[in-house]
């Protein structure tokens, strides 16, 4: 099965710093690998992803970098403010079936609490 | 998206007894997800829910303590059995059309506590 690695597992900013938070994966058939945002007492909602066919993506203070070869992939959020405090969870996505297809069922990371100081 | 009814939200229970969790999607969706979260941890995968026959299950987990049911495309229930303390967890559904890359979303969760 897939094992996914996330550090750091706490990060601590000041407002309008940037945060880079680093996942590792194990298995090289992952093809999909999507960001959750996580506020005490509520769900996982996704924030960004990232398809195996794409080295980054970004969207607005938002962006997602993949390498495929080193099997690790990278959020960074520019800008920091206060609201972006949360955890952070990366994900993967190993295909249930030869033919590739994704299913939506993942492998999460550990967590990553962020703090972004006033 | 997919909007997910999950409940109950939350729930205290004796230990020995069971609780039924339900999960109910506005549209048909490909493939339906059990999740557990204990506190201050990540989540990891209990079972695929599939429709009309057994839930596959994750390494760790067996159908006898965590029965799922899945009767259509926008219904399914997980029942955590003979429950103990340490099942005391925040318990996520989650849905998915199944597409390449596709997006998963959550239900809100049920935060189950074990007395």
């Known amino acids: 099965g897939e094992n996914v690695e996330q550090h750091p597992s706490t990060l601590s900013v000041q407002e309008g710093d940037s945060a880079v938070i680093k996942c590792t994966y194990s298995?090289?058939?992952?093809?999909?690998f999507p960001w959750y945002k996580q506020e005490l007492g509520k769900r996982p909602q996704l924030i960004i992803d990232?398809?195996?066919?794409?080295g980054e993506k970004k969207d607005q203070r938002i962006a997602v970098t993949l390498n495929k070869t080193a099997k690790h992939f990278s959020l960074h959020i520019t800008e920091t403010q206060p609201e972006d405090s949360a955890v952070y969870f990366c994900?993967?996505?190993?295909?249930?079936?030869?033919?590739?297809?994704?299913?939506?069922?993942?492998?999460f990371g550990q967590g990553t609490i962020l703090t972004v100081h006033p | 998206s997919a909007v997910i009814s999950q409940k109950p939200s939350r729930d205290i229970c004796q230990r020995g007894t069971s609780l039924t969790i339900q999960c109910q999607v506005d549209s048909q969706v490909t493939m339906m997800f059990w999740y557990r979260q204990q506190p201050g941890q990540s989540l990891t995968l209990i079972a695929t829910a599939n429709q009309g026959s057994e839930a596959t299950y994750e390494s760790g987990f067996v159908i006898d303590k965590f029965p799922i049911s899945r009767p259509n495309l926008t219904f399914s229930t997980l029942t955590v059995s003979n429950m103990s303390p340490e099942d005391s967890s925040i318990y996520l559904c989650s849905v998915s059309r199944g597409a390449v890359g596709t997006e998963a979303f959550f239900g809100q969760g049920t935060r189950l506590t074990v007395v």
């Open positions: 994900a993967a996505n190993l295909p249930s079936n030869a033919g590739g297809t994704s299913y939506g069922k993942l492998t």
């Open positions: 298995d090289s058939a992952s093809n999909y």
């Open positions: 990232i398809r195996s066919n794409v």
